[in-house]
T-cell receptor
């Protein structure tokens, strides 16, 4: 079965600094990979997704993520963090079968300091 | 833009009572899901539903839980005889199928006293 590890529980970044959130997955084949963001009291919003092709994917709000098969990783990056980026970030993995549920990591809480 | 809607946004119930959480998935989607997030913890898969039957369920989804699509638009999660540990945010999601991308609702917060 697939699984997701987000090694960092909480990260604090200064506003304007760069950000990288780590995600490692375990799955025997190439999975679907996703990053979702959750603001306090809100639902889950899709930031970006990887299905196939270019391993660097662009998402909303200036985020990008890179799929590295050799490292089983899908790290999320942003070159310059804004205070409004403070939220919980979840990496998720899905198998290539229609309708199969996504499995989420435990999440990383991002705080932004001024 | 079409979205998944969930009601109620917050429900408080007494331990032992039955609760029904409702969801209206995006209209042309084929797969439906319930997830649970206990406060401060990760989002956990409960159940998926396709073609009017459960297609996958986790070990959390025991006999206390049931799902139904009663009228072709609503998708409900019933929790019988609620326990304190059922207190959580419950998210409904839907998917058109094939892409793996899930579209989530805003969640229903359940508080069991």
């Amino acid at each position: 079965a697939q699984s997701v590890t987000q090694p960092d529980i909480h990260i604090t970044v200064s506003e304007g600094a760069s950000l990288e959130l780590r995600c490692n997955y375990s799955y025997g084949a190439t999975p679907y990979l996703f990053w979702y963001v959750q603001s306090p009291g809100q639902g889950l919003q899709l930031l970006l997704k990887y299905f196939s092709g270019d391993t660097l994917v662009q998402g909303i709000k200036g985020f990008e993520a890179e799929f590295k098969r050799s490292q089983s990783s899908f790290n999320l990056r942003k070159p310059s963090v804004h205070w409004s980026d403070a939220a919980e970030y979840f990496c998720a993995v899905g198998v290539r079968q229609a309708g199969t549920a996504l499995i989420f990591g435990k999440g990383t809480t991002l705080s932004v300091s001024s | 833009e079409p979205e998944v809607t969930q009601t109620p946004s917050h429900q408080v119930t007494q331990m032992g009572q039955e609760v029904i959480l409702r969801c209206v998935p995006i209209s042309n989607h084929l797969y439906f899901y319930w997830y649970r997030q206990i406060l401060g913890q990760k989002v956990e898969f409960l159940v998926s539903f396709y073609n009017n039957e459960i297609s996958e369920k986790s070990e959390i989804f025991d006999d206390q839980f049931s799902v139904e699509r009663p009228d072709g638009s609503n998708f409900t999660l019933k929790i019988r005889s609620t326990k304190l540990e059922d207190s959580a945010m419950y998210f409904c999601a839907s998917s058109p199928g094939g892409s793996g991308e899930l579209f989530f609702g805003e969640g229903s917060r359940l508080t069991v006293l």
